[in-house]
């Protein structure tokens, strides 16, 4: 049974940082991609950023690039997303996935986690 379980997320000022974890369990964590996407009350899933095996990273838009960092810990089968200098359009609840495949699509992730909630207040 594959399980993966962010934690990490709350309520946080503009400006401040959080990071998020994700343990994953149940599968080869360091042979599968892992990525991270968020959605926002009202709004579609949308991917955030993925890193694959051998530490190739993707971010999705101009707009976490710069701010956010993925990395991984093979030894520990956790994924991180360091989210640094938030904003209020960053809030969401964010999820971390499981992939055979570095993709920016939901549609390629098999596993998915439950998610933590980050809110950024103004």
């Known amino acids: 049974q594959v399980q993966l379980v962010e934690s990490g997320g709350g309520l946080v000022q503009a400006g401040a940082s959080l990071r998020l974890s994700c343990a994953a369990s149940?599968?080869?964590?360091?042979?599968?991609?892992m990525g991270w996407f968020r959605q926002a009350p009202g709004k579609e899933r949308e991917f955030v950023a993925a890193?694959?095996?051998?530490?190739?990273?993707?971010y999705s838009f101009d707009s976490v690039k710069g701010r956010f960092t993925i990395s991984r810990d093979n030894a520990g089968d956790t994924v991180y997303l360091q989210m640094n200098s938030l904003k209020p359009e960053d809030t969401a609840i964010y999820y971390c996935?499981?992939?055979?495949?570095?993709?920016?699509?939901?549609?390629?992730?098999?596993?998915w986690g439950r998610g933590t909630q980050v809110t950024v207040s103004s």
């Open positions: 890193i694959d095996r051998s530490g190739y990273i993707t």
């Open positions: 149940g599968r080869t964590f360091s042979s599968y991609t």
């Open positions: 996935a499981s992939s055979s495949t570095m993709s920016t699509s939901g549609r390629h992730y098999d596993y």
